[in-house]
């Protein structure tokens, strides 16, 4: 996978069609390996990434994550396989669990053991019967505890923590080894009013704070549940979000190489609060 050092993590759901195609051109032009987005309830993964492709013509784009519960093996199997025969190589397919309200309240599904429906889901998909050349295989997993990382190392090309710290780029490095690819996305907001940045990363992890699979991360990571109460603590609400000047976010992204991290993707919230990214972040942080 030759998705370089920098990368660009943005939800891409509140985003409208011109904002997309303005969020990929900018990404592109300023120099990003990897523009990467999730999936949710609002575009779905493989259509998404289709849209994204088309409007550049060297950036990479990775789903990040697409829900292994939103479509099946094969299915996945064949948009990993398209999506790369019509676009030069240019798509990551990450992967991920999920979490229980969006698969069973929302999609019906049954939640099943992580590890286990992911290994059964990776091996289902590299024996699909696609009827097609297939082209290099560019998988990664959205994988936090050491159980789905080490599946990463075994079965992937990959890993993608996302809500992560530095100290856990460096246990990610140490159960991938060297030969697996490690991306870490970093939430940013440039700004060195405290107050603001903490308004932003209150907004921003309110829903992450709801969810066991984030909450059992950081409590491994050293945060305590007092961190985790309420809006979030102003240790854990900058360790997420990292704030202040150029230099200082600059600070930051660098401990995640010298962790073990071979791409770092940002993710430049607006400083005002709005849904678009930080287009000054963008141009500021380019490679």
């Known amino acids: 996978m ?40 609002a575009y779905e993964s493989m259509a998404l990434a289709g849209y994204l492709l088309g409007r550049t013509g060297r950036l990479m784009v990775g789903s990040g994550i697409a829900n292994i519960y939103a479509r099946d093996a094969t299915a996945a199997m064949q948009g990993h396989h398209t999506l790369n025969a019509l676009h030069d190589g240019r798509f990551v397919l990450g992967l ?17 053991k992580p590890l286990a429906t992911m ?11 696609i009827q097609s ?26 890993a993608l923590p996302y809500n992560v710290t530095p100290e856990h ?29 903490r308004r932003v ?14 909450r059992n991360c950081w409590l491994s990571l050293g945060f305590s549940e007092d961190d985790l109460s309420g809006e979030g603590s ?30 770092v993707a940002i993710q430049p919230f607006d400083p005002g609060g709005g849904p678009s990214p930080d287009w000054r972040a963008l141009e500021a942080f380019a490679p």
């Open 2 to 41: 030759q998705v370089g050092a920098w990368g660009v993590w943005f939800s891409t759901n509140g985003l409208a069609p011109p904002d997309l195609a303005r969020l990929a051109e900018t990404v592109e032009q300023h120099g990003y390996g990897v523009l990467w987005y999730p999936e949710a309830l």
């Open 119 to 129: 290994r059964t889901y990776l091996e289902a998909m590299y024996a699909a019967p």
């Open 234 to 263: 102003a240790r854990f609400l900058d360790a997420m979000v990292v704030w202040g000047s150029e230099d200082a976010i600059r600070r930051r992204l660098q401990e995640h190489v010298e962790a073990g991290a071979d791409h």
């Open 133 to 158: 050349e297939a082209p290099e295989r560019q998988v990664v997993l959205a994988a936090l505890g050491p159980g789905m990382l080490a599946l990463a190392a075994e079965l992937a090309d990959g």
């Open 201 to 214: 990363a209150a907004q921003q992890m309110a829903r992450y704070l709801a969810l066991p699979n984030y």
């Open 96 to 112: 991920g669990v999920s979490h229980i309200p969006i698969v069973q309240s929302a999609r019906g599904h049954t939640y099943g």
């Open 169 to 197: 780029t460096a246990r990610a490095r140490r159960i991938l080894g060297p030969d697996k690819r490690l991306c870490v996305e970093q939430k940013i907001c440039l700004t060195s009013d405290a107050a603001q940045a």
